[in-house]
């Protein structure tokens, strides 16, 4: 009952609200169109699995720029590709080398691809046609349709941040919360119903920001829409309860704008829109920490490799654990403003 | 939990015992007592900053003592369910903005746990009390300082709390609304409600059944306004708390 009065009261104000609802519905929208046009890939060095292949070119191929690993059976090396731990898996059919791209990323299928006709060329005694194939997207699959999973992720992540902080502040500053605090309401009433009101805008901006995508901006997409809705809201319940947690430790909604170089833009970095290979492992492990990696995963996962809930399971309960400590930490935190 | 002898007769709405609070090793509120009695009118009386509202928190139960204890009807604060029979105008409006009055009331009203027609029927009346029946569907960032103030106080009375707590209520409120204000403020009193009001109009407090006088977190006097003047020999409010302001400092001194 309480619960509900608040969600609704904050579907009103939101309702009135043309200026904020349109940094939530439209903004996404925008920023994603522009990081179309926009983005290009980036290089890396590829790890590429060999199997069944001739000596002299497993040589050549060993010291090149690639990490690779030898295989004894081609079985072998795709059981891995399909793990993940490969780019691409190289073989010889036939006299004719045959590669199997993992496909994800279309700027590390570039560089396999480019890397294995520099060899080629110099190796002239085999066949220097070479056999692609993709274990995911295509050869037509632009970097923008592999990052563009992860900035969805990013934009749903974003603006429900901000606007649930602001809107908890404001809570506060204008001694709304103060009354609030004065009625029988308890602490986990008030952040369920804040759940509660918020989600439903939120469930509404991942519809849109995923229709968008996949039908005007064209993104590639195996996957089911539902899943990646189903991601889409998670991230933003974790966005939702990480931005009302925030703001008890802001004063101004300046303040809830100054935690986004320290909050937002790290997990930009972090959530799999630039490669963190070269990076030290021990820094790489940050990632773990980060909610929008497990969201950018899935999200990825879902629209590039069309997994299912056995492969993204695990990023979606981890997403719900994060929602519920930042949930529970909320709760806790009311405790400044009201004992009981 | 303190157990009230069934031959006494009504427990008394409030009972603070030696509250003492402090925030950051500064005493806000210093060996507190008081009791106000069921159906009294009560008057806090103090300059900014000396700890009215933090008093109001305690007696709520809205906030904790460090030491000392507060009773609300006999029932040991803190306890949430005592929030029930508690009404609360901030000094702040406390308002939504985006929403309308009548939104706002509904809002308050279901956290109360009052149901649709009953819900209803209390909006009409707490509106008609503060004169803005016609303007329940306004858009409250449309609504003057006053009527803001109003809507506030409709909110405070709508669940017909048996303590009421007002913190500054009728400023920015003109003189005829205003006395209104204050004939139902004593019509509540005479029907048991418990009124606790703070203020800075001196003919107001002079309304009021008694009055304490705050300082520095501690009564400097509680009496009827009559005593008040008659101790101090003054012929005002004002001038009585004055005089016992620079008594307390002469005593400070000595």
């Given amino acids: 009952m309480r619960v509900s009065a608040l969600a609704l009261r904050i579907m009103q104000q939101f309702v009135r609200d043309r200026r904020t609802l349109a940094l939530l519905f439209i903004a996404p929208l925008f920023v994603l169109t522009l990081m179309k046009f926009v983005f290009d890939g980036q290089s890396v060095s590829p790890d590429i699995g060999i199997a069944e292949m001739p000596a002299a070119l497993t040589e050549q191929l060993t010291s090149s720029d690639a990490d690779i690993q030898s295989y004894s059976s081609i079985d072998e090396a795709m059981a891995d590709l399909r793990k993940g731990n490969l780019d691409a898996v190289l073989t010889v059919n036939n006299g004719r080398p045959s590669i199997t791209l993992e496909g994800s990323d279309p700027s590390t299928n570039k560089a396999v691809l480019l890397l294995l006709q520099n060899i080629l060329r110099e190796h002239v005694n085999i066949d220097t046609s070479l056999v692609v194939s993709y274990l995911h997207g295509s050869a037509d699959m632009a970097s923008f349709d592999s990052f563009g999973p992860v900035l969805i992720g990013f934009f749903s992540f974003f603006f429900v941040f901000l606007l649930a902080g602001v809107s908890f502040l404001r809570e506060r500053t204008s001694g709304t919360l103060e009354r609030l605090l004065a009625t029988p309401i308890r602490r986990h009433e008030i952040v369920v119903g804040y759940l509660a009101g918020f989600g439903v805008f939120a469930l509404l901006q991942a519809t849109l920001i995923a229709a968008y995508s996949v039908k005007v901006l064209d993104m590639y997409m195996v996957g089911s829409i539902g899943y990646m809705l189903l991601i889409n809201l998670l991230l933003a319940l974790t966005a939702l309860t990480l931005g009302t947690l925030l703001s008890s430790f802001a004063s101004t909604e300046f303040q809830i704008i100054q935690f986004i170089p320290i909050v937002i833009v790290p997990q930009a970095f972090f959530s799999g829109l630039f490669n963190l290979e070269a990076m030290n492992p021990w820094l790489q492990k940050i990632s773990n920490i980060m909610p929008l990696y497990y969201g950018a995963d899935a999200m990825r996962g879902i629209m590039i490799r069309g997994e299912g809930w056995g492969d993204f399971g695990v990023d979606a309960y981890v997403l719900l654990g994060f929602s519920a400590l930042f949930a529970l930490l909320n709760v806790i935190a009311l405790r400044k403003h009201r004992q009981l | ?254």
Wanted: aromatic content about 6%; charged content about 20%.
């Fill in chain 2, 1 to 254: 939990m303190m157990s009230v002898p069934l031959e006494s007769s009504l427990p008394p709405a409030i009972v603070l015992d030696e509250v003492t609070r402090s925030f950051n090793h500064r005493t806000i509120i210093d060996h507190v007592s008081l009791t106000v009695q069921q159906g009294e009118l009560f008057g806090l009386l103090g300059p900014s900053g000396s700890g009215k509202t933090t008093l109001i928190k305690l007696m709520a139960g809205i906030d904790r003592a460090d030491s000392g204890s507060a009773h609300m009807f006999g029932v040991h604060l803190p306890k949430l369910e005592m929030l029930h029979r508690f009404g609360y105008m901030a000094q702040s409006d406390a308002l939504y903005m985006e929403l309308s009055g009548r939104q706002n009331m509904a809002f308050f009203g279901k956290l109360y746990g009052l149901k649709r027609a009953v819900l209803k029927q209390r909006i009409e009346e707490a509106a008609r009390l503060v004169n803005l029946t016609e303007h329940l569907n306004k858009q409250v960032a449309a609504y003057s300082g006053g009527m803001k103030r109003r809507l506030s106080l409709a909110i405070a009375l709508m669940h017909q709390p048996s303590l009421l707590v007002l913190d500054e209520p009728t400023v920015g409120i003109d003189p005829v609304l205003r006395r209104s204000i204050w004939q139902e403020l004593r019509s509540l009193a005479a029907q048991g409600t418990t009124i606790i009001v703070t203020t800075h109009v001196m003919d107001e407090a002079e309304k009021c059944d008694r009055l304490g006088l705050i300082r520095e977190g501690r009564f400097i006097a509680v009496d009827t306004p009559a005593n008040l003047l008659a101790q101090t020999g003054s012929s005002s409010i004002e001038e009585a708390f004055i005089t016992l302001g620079t008594r307390m400092e002469g005593g400070a001194v000595r």
